[in-house]
Antibody
Framework: QVQLVQSGAEVKKPGSSVKVSCKAS????????ISWVRQAPGQGLEWMGG????????NYAQKFQGRVTITADESTNTAYMELSSLRSVDTAVYYC???????????WGQGTLVTVSS | EIVMTQSPATLSVSPGERATLSCRAS??????LAWYQQKPGQAPRLLIY???TRATGIPARFSGSGSGTEFTLTISSLQSEDFAVYYC??????????FGQGTKLEI
C-alpha cells in the first residue's frame, strides 16, 4: 500500500522560506509524478507544481513561478517543496499527492500546516 | 488556464436521497475530469476519474457522467459518511491543473 508521510507543521515569519518533505513508501517512487497542492483555511484546492523523480524536472503553476522549488531524492523516496518570500496569504495546508497514470491523484499525504505570521 | 465552476456551492439533502453535483469547464476538456471527496481535517480522496470511472474501493452509489464542458457527480442514496465537500479537477490542459471551488454536501 502506497503511503505518503509529510513533515510536521511549521510557523514562519513573513519573508522567510519553508521546506516541506513528503516521504513515499510501499510503491515505485521514481516513475510516478508527485504534485503539491495547497489549501488555505476554509478555501479550495490549488495545484502548485509537480515532479517526476526519475526525470527530475519540475513543472510549476505560473502563480508560484520563481517562488516555489520542487525536488525529489530517489535515494530516500522523498519529495520536497520549498516556498520562499512567504506572506500571510501563504498560510495553508500543503499536501503532496501521487499522480496516477492519468493526471489525477490517487494517494495523498496527510497535509502540513504552514502558518505565516509575524 | 481552464476555469472549473461547480454548482451549487452548498447542497442540502437528506440521508437516503439522491444528490446531483455539477461541474462546468471554461473550455472543452473531453473526459479528463476527476472528482474528489474531502472531509474536515482530511486529505482529498479520489472518487472518479476519466469523468465516469470509479477509483478503487469507491462504492457503486457514486457515479460520474459528462464530457466536453458539462459534468455531473451523482450519489444515488446518501449515507451519513457522504456528507463532505466535493471537488472536480481537470487534467486536460496543464500547467496548471485546476479545481472547482467545491460543493459542500450537508444534511
Amino acid at each position: 500500500q502506497v503511503q505518503l508521510v509529510q513533515s510536521g507543521a511549521e510557523v514562519k515569519k513573513p519573508g522567510s522560506s519553508v521546506k516541506v518533505s513528503c516521504k513515499a513508501s510501499g510503491g515505485t517512487f521514481s516513475t510516478y509524478a508527485i504534485s503539491w497542492v495547497r489549501q488555505a483555511p476554509g478555501q479550495g484546492l490549488e495545484w502548485m507544481g509537480g515532479i517526476i523523480p526519475m526525470f527530475g524536472t519540475a513543472n510549476y503553476a505560473q502563480k508560484f513561478q520563481g517562488r516555489v522549488t520542487i525536488t525529489a531524492d530517489e535515494s530516500t523516496n522523498t519529495a520536497y517543496m520549498e516556498l520562499s518570500s512567504l506572506r500571510s496569504v501563504d498560510t495553508a495546508v500543503y499536501y503532496c499527492a501521487r499522480m496516477s497514470g492519468g493526471g489525477n491523484w490517487d494517494y495523498w499525504g496527510q497535509g502540513t500546516l504552514v502558518t505565516v505570521s509575524s | 488556464e481552464i476555469v472549473m465552476t461547480q454548482s451549487p456551492a452548498t447542497l442540502s439533502v437528506s440521508p437516503g436521497e439522491r444528490a446531483t453535483l455539477s461541474c462546468r469547464a471554461s473550455q472543452s476538456i473531453s473526459n479528463t475530469l476527476a472528482w474528489y471527496q474531502q472531509k474536515p481535517g482530511q486529505a482529498p480522496r479520489l472518487l472518479i476519474y476519466g469523468a465516469s470511472t470509479r477509483a478503487t474501493g469507491i462504492p457503486a452509489r457514486f457515479s460520474g457522467s459528462g464530457s466536453g464542458t458539462e459534468f455531473t457527480l451523482t450519489i444515488s442514496s446518501l449515507q451519513s459518511e457522504d456528507f463532505a465537500v466535493y471537488y472536480c479537477q481537470q487534467y486536460n490542459k496543464w500547467p496548471p491543473y485546476t479545481f472547482g471551488q467545491g460543493t459542500k454536501l450537508e444534511i
